[in-house]
Antibody
């Protein structure tokens, strides 16, 4: 059974930083493309970014609102995905979901999410 | 960036009704269109990938169709557990944008 467990969310001041983690199990993490999706309170889903598997280059892509501030990385030895959030803004307040990607780059499995609140 | 629109934004329906939700992309995305269901307070769940392929474990009353710019999600006979918000998402090119969602509630 695929499991994705996010952690690291919390309250942070504007301009601050946070690192989210996603512990993966139930599949071969090193072969998987992974992504982060966020959802602001009461709003829709917003794609944050993606990281390819190391064998596919390990490259990353980001949505424009987070490019240059957020960094996705992975540690295949720990089956863990990371999202480093820097220079946080109030509009970054959201539940952040870790996801796997599958056929046709579809988001397949979702974690339960971790809430990041940016407020002074 | 490719923008996604959905219609309607919300609908009210009864158990047993046939429900159709449409999704449109601002440029051709071939069949790189996926549908997700989200219930309040829960993580989303993939229903349909590549426009018409049913994700494992998803009931067959859900179906998807379309290609290019216009897509449809159909629920053939709405069940009580189907009341939720439905999102389309394109995975043709990054950023993999989502539609704004369609909320399906009880009439």
């Amino acid at each position: 059974e695929v499991q994705l467990v996010e952690s690291g969310g919390g309250l942070v001041k504007p301009g601050g930083s946070l690192r989210l983690s996603c512990a993966a199990s139930g599949f071969t993490f090193s072969n998987a493309w992974m992504s982060w999706v966020r959802q602001a309170p009461g709003k829709g889903l917003e794609w944050v970014g993606r990281i390819k598997s190391r064998t596919d280059g390990g490259t990353t892509d980001y949505a424009a609102p987070v490019k240059g501030r957020f960094t996705i990385s992975r540690d295949d030895s720990k089956n863990t995905l990371y999202l480093l959030l820097n220079s946080l803004k109030t509009e970054d307040t959201a539940v952040y979901y870790c996801t796997t990607m599958g056929i046709a780059a579809a988001v397949v499995y979702w974690g339960q999410g971790t809430l990041v609140t940016v407020s002074s | 960036d490719i923008q996604m629109t959905q219609s309607p934004s919300s609908l009210s329906a009864s158990v047993g009704d046939r429900v159709t939700i449409t999704c449109r992309a601002t440029q051709s995305i071939s069949i790189y269109l996926n549908w997700h269901q989200q219930k309040p307070g829960k993580a989303p769940k993939l229903l349909i990938y590549a426009a018409s392929s049913l994700q494992s474990g998803v009931p067959s009353r859900f179906s998807g169709s379309g290609s290019g710019t216009d897509f449809t999600l159909t629920i053939s006979s709405l069940q009580p557990e189907d009341f939720a918000t439905y999102y389309c998402q394109q995975s043709y090119s990054t950023p993999f944008t989502f539609g704004p969602g369609t909320k399906v509630d009880i009439k």
